[in-house]
């Protein structure tokens, strides 16, 4: 039975991701600076920024699914955010490098691309957009996502360590629904991240799903949902919103998303599952 070590166990996503590798059998060690009274595995504290302790909590472990982030960049300054993600991210990468652990899943963001947090908006290059669009961020937070993945692509030419990383769209939970309703029918409010979200559920599977796969060593995935945030279509979004994006490369059907996930659906075998659509009726 392999043993799956856990980052940021205690966060949002990490929290979920321990409950359903218990459920699949794994053995998990969950790690956090915070311990949680939900689990039933083993917990480690510790600071990801101290390179020791990172590898002793990762010791025995078979992969990794590293989860622990600052994850907007808010709250603490830039180079808090900045220093403490691309850090952490490293001493990740390199412990399992000394420990002989061949796969690691990384979890990064669709913020990499910079459209969300960006002092001065601007619009996609071309849509759908997909991992080969360029990543322009103006901030700290998509910066270190962009640096992640590149020591992630780093360690995998220097050790042939798989690392799968993934860049989650706004992460919500079935409960949040409800509470998005207002933003759902105001399609102003989500412009700014294209309307891309993911449910907790399927954010969970990509997860676990990446701990399965052989055939890619290193690779980017876009993990969003099949539609998006909104009640109106998507061609009547781009017209209204991103009218200067000349580059449509396919025709939207209904409200299908913006934010491609082919990669993830042909490295992964993985497709979003559920919807906004099914907690509230449109």
Not at 73 to 97: C, G, K, M, Q, W
């Amino acid at each position: 039975m392999k043993t799956v070590a856990v980052t940021g166990a205690s966060g949002k996503l990490g929290n979920e991701v321990v409950k359903h590798l218990l459920k699949e059998g794994y053995q998990v060690v969950a790690l956090d600076e915070h311990k949680s009274v939900q689990f039933q595995c083993k917990q480690i504290r510790v600071n990801l920024n101290d390179f020791g302790q990172v590898v002793a909590g990762l010791a025995g472990a078979d992969a990794v699914i590293h989860l622990a982030a600052i994850p907007a960049p808010l709250d603490h300054t830039h180079s808090y955010i900045f220093s403490n993600n691309v850090l952490s991210t490293y001493n990740v990468l390199e412990a399992a490098s000394v420990l002989g652990i061949g796969k690691v899943t990384l979890g990064s963001s669709e913020s990499s691309y910079g459209f969300c947090w960006a002092p001065k908006p601007f619009d996609p290059h071309y849509v759908p957009v997909d991992e080969e669009h360029p990543q322009l961020p103006q901030e700290c937070y998509g910066l270190s996502k962009i640096i992640n993945e590149q020591t992630a692509s780093m360690f995998h030419r220097r050790t042939g360590m798989q690392v799968m990383s993934l860049r989650f769209s706004m992460i919500v939970t079935p409960q949040q629904y409800h509470a998005l309703e207002p933003d759902i029918r105001n399609p102003e409010r989500h412009k700014r991240i294209l309307w891309s979200y993911i449910d907790i559920r399927d954010a969970v599977r990509a997860c676990i799903a990446s701990l399965g796969t052989l055939t890619v060593g290193s690779a980017d995935l876009n993990i969003t949902s099949v539609d998006t945030l909104s009640d109106r279509n998507t061609e009547e979004l781009l017209d209204r919103f991103y009218p200067n994006v000349k580059d449509r490369r396919k025709h939207f059907t209904g409200r299908e998303a913006i934010v491609s996930t082919e990669r993830a659906f042909h490295v992964l075998n993985w497709k979003a599952e559920h919807s906004w659509s099914d907690t509230i009726q449109r």
